[in-house]
C-alpha cells in the first residue's frame, strides 16, 4: 500500500482514561476500499481506539490522518462531516423515533468519491429494517438495533466507518447479515476499520489485521497470515 492509498493513517497514538495510559504508541493503516480488522481481548484497547479516532477521549497524543488531513485536533462533529462514520458498540439510537426518523438523523450531503445512500437502498441492504420503518426504535430487538445504527452512519455518506464489535451479542442470523453487509459496503468502494473478537468473522470479511493486546500492537499482516499463526492466536486471541 503506498501513501497515496491510505484512507486513514494512524501513528504514534497514545490515549488516557485520566491518568491511566491505555493506548501505547499504536499505529496502523486503512487503505481505500479494503476491510482493516482491529482484533484483541476484551479490554485490549479496541474500542478506546475507536474513541480517540473520533476524537471522543479528552487526552489522546500522537498522529491521525485522514484522507490526508490531520484530525487529531479536530471536534468529532467535524470529523463526522468530513466523512468519518462511526458505529459505536452500545448502538444509541432514539427509542423514541422510529426507523426513519432514526434515518434521518444521520442524513448528510453526498460526498464526491462516497458511495450515496439513501433509505431504500438500506432498506435493500438490510430487508428487516425496511419491514419495520415505522417502528420505535426502542421496540426492536438488539440485533435490529444494530443494523439500524450501521443504517444511520451509511446516510452520512461516509468514505470511511468505524464499526466497533458488530457482531458481539446478537443472534447467529444478525451476525451473518452483518457479514454479507460488510461485504456489499466493500463492494461499493467503501473502507472499514472493524473492531473485532470473533475470529471467524473478521475471517469472512477482512483483507488485513491488527492485533491489540494491553493497548500495544502485537501483530500485523493479512487475514490469512493470521490464521496461519497458532503462537499470535493463542498469545493474543484466546480466551
Known sequence: MTAGDAML?????NAF???AQILFDVGFEVARGEVVALMGRNGAGKSTTMKALMGLLPRTRGSVTFRGRDIGALAPYR???LGLGYVPEDRRVFGDLSVAENLDTGRQPPREGAP???PDKLFRLFPNLGEMRARAASRMSGGEQQMLTVSRTLMGNPYLVLLDEPSEGVAPVIVEQMANMIL???REGLSILLSEQN????????????V?????IRFSGT?????????VRRNHLSV
Open 9 to 13: 493513517k494512524v501513528s504514534g497514538l
Open 116 to 118: 450515496a445512500w439513501t
Open 223 to 231: 487475514m490469512d497470515e493470521l490464521a496461519r499463526s497458532d503462537e
Open 212 to 216: 491489540l493486546e494491553k493497548g500495544q
Open 184 to 186: 456489499e459496503l466493500k
Open 199 to 210: 475470529m471467524h468473522f473478521a475471517e469472512l470479511v477482512s483483507d488485513r489485521a491488527y
Open 79 to 81: 470529523i463526522a462531516r
Open 17 to 19: 482514561y485520566g491518568r
